[in-house]
Structure formats: structure tokens, C-alpha cells
């Protein structure tokens, strides 16, 4: 019987190729977040450009800033994750992991299995809000100006919860096979 058999685990080259597919589904995200940051900075500097040179403000601005947050934390939030850059205090943890590696990594697998938690919490609450905001096509802004669907935040909100808390999950797994929470042991700094 092959190893993709139902009822048999993944081999190691199963798991390459999905770690793989996770790292380039991250690796777009962060990009697309990051080319947003500078759409959005582009549409700031306009704004601000037309109220101050012409005492008119694009309309949408404010309402487009408010949404671009929520959806680009969302959207590196995976790729911050895999780095090692989400907020924690790293003295105490690297302290723990230099003395004492079996505390370490109970430490490190309490703390990524929180965030799985957390995550799916997370998305337990968004997914419905996603479909809401779908059927009942509501949108942010005021009509006659400028309006904009909600569900594209939405949905960008569940794809970064979702690809994060694979990511958690993957360090999970990492930490309980390996050891580590990296793939090598040179530091992704």
C-alpha cells in the first residue's frame, strides 16, 4: 500500500511539498501586503495633496485607510509568524531554550499551540461574518460618494487566519520532530 493511502501519515516528501506550497502562499501574501502599504501610502499623499492644493479630499480615503489596516495585518500575519517576528518576549524564551531545552520546547509548543487556538477562534468568528457580509452585501463608506463591499476584507481576514494557523501549526510540528523551530539552524534574521 503507498503511503498516500487513507489512514497512512504523511512521508517526509508529502511534507516538503506542503511546507513548500505554505511558504509561497506566505511569501505572495507578505508581497501583495507589502505593495499595498505602498498603494496606500500613494493614496494618503494624494489626499492630502488635493485638500491641501485644491480644498478637495478624495472621497473613500478614510473608509479605504480603515479597511487596508485590518487586511494587511492579515495578510503578513502569516509570514511574520513563520520568521519568528510576532510579538513575545524573546529574552526570557531564548533564556530558557539556552538552559534548558526540554522546558524550551514545552514553552515553545504551549506558546504555537496557543496561537492555533487562538487562530481558530478567530476564524470561528470570521467565517460567518465573511458569509454575511457576502449575502447581505454590505459595504463601508456612504452612498452617493463612495462605497466599498466588506466581504473582501473579510475574506482576507480568514485566508491570513487560516495560512497562520497552518503556520502555527507547522512549528508545532517542527518543534515536537526536530526540536526547533526553524527548518535549519541558521536564524531567518
Same mark, same amino acid.
Given at each position: 500500500m503507498s503511503d498516500t493511502s487513507v489512514g497512512a501519515p504523511l512521508s517526509g516528501g508529502a511534507?516538503?511539498?506542503?511546507?513548500?506550497v505554505l511558504d509561497w502562499v506566505l511569501n505572495v501574501m507578505n508581497a501583495i501586503g507589502?505593495?499595498? @502599504?505602498?498603494a496606500l501610502m500613494v493614496m494618503i499623499c494624494t489626499d492630502a495633496f488635493g485638500r491641501t492644493f485644491f480644498a478637495h479630499p478624495f472621497h473613500g480615503v478614510t473608509e479605504m485607510v480603515e479597511m487596508s489596516i485590518v487586511g494587511i495585518v492579515f495578510m503578513q500575519?502569516?509570514? #511574520?509568524? !513563520? !520568521?519568528?517576528r510576532l510579538t513575545r518576549s524573546d529574552g526570557f524564551y531564548?533564556? +530558557?531554550?539556552?538552559?534548558?531545552?526540554? $522546558?524550551?520546547?514545552?514553552?515553545? &509548543?504551549?506558546?504555537?499551540g496557543l496561537g492555533i487556538?487562538?487562530?481558530?477562534? +478567530?476564524?470561528?468568528?470570521? $467565517?460567518?461574518?465573511? @458569509?454575511? #457580509?457576502? $449575502?447581505r452585501n454590505y459595504f463601508v463608506g456612504e452612498e452617493?460618494?463612495?462605497t466599498f463591499?466588506?466581504?473582501?476584507?473579510? #475574506? +482576507?481576514?480568514? &485566508?491570513?487566519?487560516?495560512?497562520t494557523l497552518l503556520q502555527f501549526a507547522r512549528v508545532v510540528w517542527r518543534v515536537h +520532530?526536530?526540536? !526547533?523551530?526553524?527548518?535549519?539552524? $541558521?536564524?531567518?534574521?
Amino acid at each position: 500500500m503507498s503511503d498516500t493511502s487513507v489512514g497512512a501519515p504523511l512521508s517526509g516528501g508529502a511534507l516538503r511539498a506542503l511546507g513548500s506550497v505554505l511558504d509561497w502562499v506566505l511569501n505572495v501574501m507578505n508581497a501583495i501586503g507589502s505593495g499595498w @502599504i505602498f498603494a496606500l501610502m500613494v493614496m494618503i499623499c494624494t489626499d492630502a495633496f488635493g485638500r491641501t492644493f485644491f480644498a478637495h479630499p478624495f472621497h473613500g480615503v478614510t473608509e479605504m485607510v480603515e479597511m487596508s489596516i485590518v487586511g494587511i495585518v492579515f495578510m503578513q500575519l502569516g509570514d #511574520a509568524t !513563520r !520568521r519568528g517576528r510576532l510579538t513575545r518576549s524573546d529574552g526570557f524564551y531564548n533564556l +530558557v531554550h539556552r538552559h534548558w531545552p526540554g $522546558v524550551w520546547r514545552l514553552q515553545a &509548543l504551549l506558546f504555537q499551540g496557543l496561537g492555533i487556538v487562538f487562530l481558530a477562534i +478567530v476564524l470561528y468568528g470570521a $467565517v460567518p461574518d465573511l @458569509i454575511d #457580509a457576502w $449575502v447581505r452585501n454590505y459595504f463601508v463608506g456612504e452612498e452617493g460618494l463612495f462605497t466599498f463591499p466588506e466581504w473582501p476584507i473579510r #475574506a +482576507v481576514v480568514v &485566508l491570513g487566519c487560516l495560512v497562520t494557523l497552518l503556520q502555527f501549526a507547522r512549528v508545532v510540528w517542527r518543534v515536537h +520532530v526536530t526540536g !526547533r523551530e526553524t527548518a535549519s539552524p $541558521v536564524s531567518t534574521d
